[in-house]
């Protein structure tokens, strides 16, 4: 015998709209999705100083400018490259709730054996 099939998903009406955290059908007016307890954002994908997926870009700026070197420019992509595909493998893998958690571990390490940076400033000296 098999299985029965899953159940279709649910379509979307003309004033609904999908909730952001688990999926389901909800009002486009609603503020907190009844089934999670998510709020939503009044506009789709914009909430504020987060992203659509809900991760802190100023967090994500910071962590770039600090892992990178202050002061050069050159770090500072590099280490926005490095939190930025930190932050989207760790989503993938682990968890989205986690992606800044582990983009702050991943520069304190760096930090620890790098205290200026990946790319630090050049200083002269004068002898």
């Known amino acids: 015998m098999s299985e029965p099939s899953p159940p279709p998903p649910p379509a979307r009406g003309i004033d609904e709209k999908f909730c952001t955290n688990c999926g389901s059908v909800i009002s486009a007016r609603a503020e907190i999705c009844p089934k999670c307890g998510v709020r939503q954002s009044p506009v789709p994908g914009v909430l504020g100083p987060l992203t659509a997926s809900g991760r802190n870009r100023i967090a994500a700026a910071l962590f770039a400018i600090i892992l990178g070197g202050f002061g050069n420019v050159n770090g500072t992509i590099l280490g926005a490259l ?43 000296e004068n002898v």
């Not at 490095?82 to 304190?108: D, E, K, R, T, W």
Request: no cysteine; net charge neutral.
């Open 82 to 124: 490095l939190i930025g595909m930190v932050q989207s493998v760790s989503a993938v893998y682990i968890s989205n709730a986690y992606s800044n958690s582990i983009a702050f571990g991943l520069m304190m390490v760096t930090l620890i054996f790098f205290p200026r940076g990946i790319v630090p400033e050049r200083m002269e």
